[in-house]
């Protein structure tokens, strides 16, 4: 005896709709299994393709030195791009400009750079002067020392420092900051902080340490550890796909006090590019730090990167990111913080 199975068919409409409702839960499903905090999960790294160096700006700097001459070049980055002072590129411009500089003119070069794109111009020629020797080292400083703008000399320090760093190729650590210390008082610490800003971007990625993010500035020495932690976000961002937050917990962790003083500032110089210079998003960036202390340290540093970068409206930006402190005597020292950039930077 034989049975016969009836098949039901299932009617097209039906079909469709259990179609469009497993859709619409499993878009819903992905978008809420991605949807987590920008504050939390962006790191400096994430840069889109149009901030980073275009070769064919380089290449039209280039043709301009060819075709005329290296401080026409330099001439021609500073009406480029000097209206777009939000364009993270423009200082890596004024680095190249600057090595052409260099290659022309030698040192004399430094009489042709200028302040513009945070000194980038001083540090791409002090770059190219140490590739082959350290014998510039003393005439380099010398001609630091005749930058008549007030925060010049500090910044072109630091330029030396990456200079040095790139002659050790950027990986003998300990060489380049003992050859920072034979510089005249006062100066080795603003090259400390160019070496550790040029192994941040240079150095091989086996240099650092995942399981420890206050590498190196935990090992190399008190005297050090300042320069050090102000460099070290950048690290643990760029470097260890740590994000804002996870950053600054490491920073809290640091048991130098200047170590950890450091690491905040440089938190709060994070906190400027990772909100895109909103100045709500940054203060709310800065206010998930669980002390005042560090959220201070956060807002004073980020205030004052607005002025040192001369970024669009810094004039109301910076006052405003100050005012954000609660502790009326952290905003009269943030204010004061904002006079002496102002003074130093913008001859105000």
């Known amino acids: 005896m034989s049975i016969k199975i009836h098949k039901r068919k299932i009617p097209l409409f039906a079909l469709l709709l259990i179609l469009i409702i497993v859709v619409i839960f499993g878009l819903k499903y992905l978008s809420s299994s991605k949807k987590v905090s920008p504050v939390s999960t962006q790191s400096v790294s994430e840069k889109k393709t149009d901030e980073l160096p275009d070769q064919k700006n380089i290449d039209a700097i280039k043709k301009v030195a060819t075709t005329q001459s290296a401080m026409e070049a330099w001439q021609y980055v500073i009406n480029t791009y000097s209206k777009d002072t939000a364009n993270d590129s423009a ?36 770059d190219q002067a140490f590739q082959k020797d350290l014998s510039a080292l003393s005439p380099a400083e010398k001609a630091c020392a005749q930058i008549r703008n007030a925060g010049g000399y500090s910044s072109c320090i630091h330029g030396i420092g990456h200079g040095i760093a790139s002659y050790f190729k950027v990986k003998e650590l300990t060489s380049s900051l003992k050859t920072c210390d034979k510089l005249p008082k006062g ?16 150095a091989l990625d086996s240099f650092y340490r995942p399981d420890n993010p206050l590498y190196p500035c935990d090992s190399v020495g008190t005297k050090y550890s300042y320069a050090c932690g102000r460099n070290q976000p950048t690290v643990m961002m760029s470097r260890l796909n740590k994000n804002f937050k996870e950053s600054a917990e490491a920073c809290a962790k640091a048991k130098d006090p200047d170590l950890k003083t450091a690491c905040f500032v440089a938190i709060g110089f994070q906190a400027v590019y990772l909100s895109k210079q909103n100045v709500p998003d940054l203060i709310s960036m800065c206010n998930i730090l669980n002390d005042k202390n560090f959220q201070y340290q956060c807002l004073s540093a980020a205030a004052g990167e607005f002025i040192f970068q001369n970024m669009p409206d810094w004039q109301t930006k910076s006052p405003r990111v100050c005012q954000a402190n609660t502790d009326k005597k952290q905003q009269d020292l943030c204010s004061s913080h904002l006079q002496e950039i102002q003074k130093l930077y913008r001859g105000q």
């Open 91 to 126: 200082h890596e411009y004024a680095h190249f400009a600057g090595k052409l500089l260099f290659e022309a003119e030698g040192l004399n070069g430094m009489t042709i750079c200028t302040p513009e794109f945070a000194f980038g111009c001083y540090h791409g020629l002090l």
């Open 187 to 202: 100066a080795p610490q603003y090259c400390y902080d160019g070496v550790f800003m040029e192994f941040s971007r240079e």
